[in-house]
């Protein structure tokens, strides 16, 4: 017969035992992140301060050597600006598109059914296939100049003049996203109450009345997590980039992670690299922080 | 009631014309994708519109299934070798953890929450430096753990929300009747409770599965091109690249890369859009 144990103890010792099993059950994935995505964070501020060429460990000290070099790099600040362009114009536009889209594809019918499936087709199929697809398409011999010029017109640049690359390059970066913005959006469109557009409707309010008076206020949640995810997933486009033009014509179409990704592995400066990743994680949490703080405050005023 | 009869019409007009705008515009690229690949070269110079009616071969797509050189076919292997090991160990690995968090309510759960939440908001294209110095210093750059054990750890942090989010539904009287019965903690949790969980593990793997599917720049820079390991996408990449002037190969081998996905979304379209939907929502 075991001995008679105190309360107390009894008490702690389980307190000890549940803290135990916390610690096996949530090791595993706790170190995976910290090792794999806290610790980098740290790691990339340190090396952003080296000139860490990817071999030589470790690095050595340059002090603020590639913050001040990033401010003056014209490759560093055109990307910038041309990554700013792509996250505005094409926040606002994937939204748009989202948000007009999903509303007429809110009935449950087989036509829509069919419709959600081809726009969330190109998330499915990826930006690497979706860069080379409109490659084939708008390129000096694709699809479409073959049309022109069977039908006697002249080519077109799309992708070979730097001016039109530009534009034509964010045009097919919003194809390629504003599906996933169509279907969020109707994730939220189901939430609305159906009985509110009725009232809504009793009280003589028209389609026009009806969107901007019931329908947006209740999906002011849905606006706010569409912005932010179109944003950010905006500020790091890179692969359908480098399929569609590898940042080309004359580097006009270099985003800000494909200038990183460049910079620290075709020429093995990882850690100027290292500094505009910094730079780009802060942009990131700052817009993500921003953005969430702007929102909640029409949430709260539509909730008044 | 004429001018309300009127508009009506004038916008079911609107309407319809501007869903069959949408549906050219979705689709049309699509439809290249799949024809040119069973043309010939010159039928796609000619007419790359037309149905491959005249010239329609599967050569190309023989060819660019046998070419030894960065085979789309291969790549399938060490994909879906990365999709399936990645996925267990993700699911082993945030099981537990999100359990525990969710059951738990102590400083340290909340701690843990912290930390995650964080991982949600790191962009991973801007850590793959620091990462590429951490499996150096481990010894584990350029080989396919390294690689396994990164994207393992990108896919923690909103497969631990999406489950802790879905244990907090499963009653706490469950638990305490599997304690009752004398089973441990990790016990309870995987006879117990990870069975119920059915519908967020199928909407964590959907969104894990088409994460690591199409993760390009990992691979590319984790296992370089001196590892002569290629994913489907580095391998389409490389692939493309270099004959990015043969139409005919470019649309073959762009052909073999989408055929699993799309067969997939085609046989799953009601799981990948309510998976990846719910993950965007909870992350």
């Known amino acids: 017969m075991p001995p008679a144990v105190p309360a107390v103890v009894r008490r702690r010792r389980r307190a000890t035992g549940a803290f135990l099993t916390d610690t096996v059950m949530i090791g595993p994935a706790l170190v995976l992140v910290a090792l794999f995505v806290l610790i980098p964070i740290g790691i990339a501020v340190y090396l952003s301060f080296t000139d860490w060429d990817g071999f030589t460990i470790p690095p050595s000290l340059v002090g603020m050597r590639n913050y001040e070099l990033l401010v ?11 990554t700013t362009v792509i996250a505005v114009v094409g926040t606002l536009v994937c939204n748009a598109l989202g948000l007009g889209i999903a509303l007429m594809l809110n009935r449950n019918t087989w036509v829509n059914t069919v419709m959600r499936v081809l726009v969330f087709a190109p998330y499915v199929v990826g930006p690497i296939i979706l860069g080379f697809l409109w490659a084939s398409i708008l390129g000096t011999n694709g699809a479409v100049n073959s049309v022109l010029t069977a039908s006697g017109a002249e080519r077109m640049p799309f992708l070979a003049d730097p001016v039109w690359a530009m534009v034509t390059t964010p045009l097919v970066i919003i194809w390629a996203s504003f599906g996933v913005n169509v279907i969020l959006y109707l994730a939220g469109l189901q939430t609305l109450d159906a009985s509110l557009l009725e009232a809504a409707k ?103 | 009631m004429m001018i309300t009869r009127q508009g009506g019409s004038v916008g079911r007009i609107g309407r319809v014309t501007g869903l069959l705008l949408l549906v050219v515009l979705m689709a049309a690229p699509l439809y290249l994708l799949v024809a040119n690949a069973f043309k010939t070269e010159r039928d ?20 660019a299934a046998t070419s030894t050189d960065f085979n789309v076919l291969a790549a399938y292997g060490t994909t879906a070798l990365l999709v399936i090991v990645v996925n267990v ?32 908001f790191i962009p991973s294209q801007t850590i793959v430096i620091p990462v590429i110095y951490v499996l150096k210093t481990v010894g584990l750059m350029g080989t396919v753990p390294g690689l396994v054990l990164f994207q393992t750890a990108l896919t923690i942090p909103t497969t631990l929300f999406l489950f802790s989010a879905y244990v907090q539904s499963i009653p706490r009287e469950l638990d305490e009747a599997a304690r009752i019965d004398g089973a441990s903690r990790l016990g309870t949790f995987w006879r117990v409770i990870f069975p119920l969980m059915r519908p967020a593990v199928a909407t964590a793997v959907v969104l894990n599965a088409v994460g690591v599917w ?12 001196g590892s002569g390991l290629y994913t489907v996408t580095t391998g389409v990449f490389a692939a493309v690249s270099k004959y990015s002037t043969d139409y005919a190969l470019v649309y073959s081998n762009m052909l073999l890369a989408v055929v699993p996905v799309i067969v997939f979304y085609v046989l799953l379209q009601k799981r990948i859009i309510g998976g990846l939907t719910s993950g965007a929502v909870k992350g």
């Open chain 1, 72 to 82: 003056q790099d014209p490759e560093v600040v055109r990307a910038a600006a041309y």
């Open chain 2, 89 to 120: 160990l993700s699911i082993l690995a945030t099981g537990p953890a999100a359990y525990a968090i969710a059951r738990g309510a102590g400083r340290g759960h909340r701690f843990v929450l912290l930390v995650m939440l964080a991982g949600l």
């Open chain 2, 44 to 63: 796609i110079l000619e007419s790359p519109f037309g149905l491959p009616a005249d010239g329609f071969t599967v050569d190309n797509v023989a060819a």
């Open chain 2, 214 to 225: 199409s993760d390009f720049v990992n691979p590319r820079i984790i296992l370089g091109p």
């Open chain 1, 202 to 304: 009793i009280d003589g309010a028209g389609p026009w009345v009806s969107f901007w008076r019931v329908k947006l206020p209740v999906l002011a949640p849905t606006v706010t997590l569409n912005v932010v995810l179109a944003a950010i997933g905006l500020l790091r486009v890179y692969e359908i980039v480098l399929a569609l033009t590898a940042g080309g014509p004359a580097g006009t179409t270099q985003t800000a992670v494909f200038n990183i990704l460049t910079t620290s592995f075709s020429r093995s400066q990882l850690g100027y690299g290292a500094a505009q990743s910094v730079v780009l994680m802060l942009v990131i949490i700052v817009v993500t922080v921003v953005l969430t703080q702007l929102r909640r405050r029409s949430e709260e005023a539509v909730a008044a």
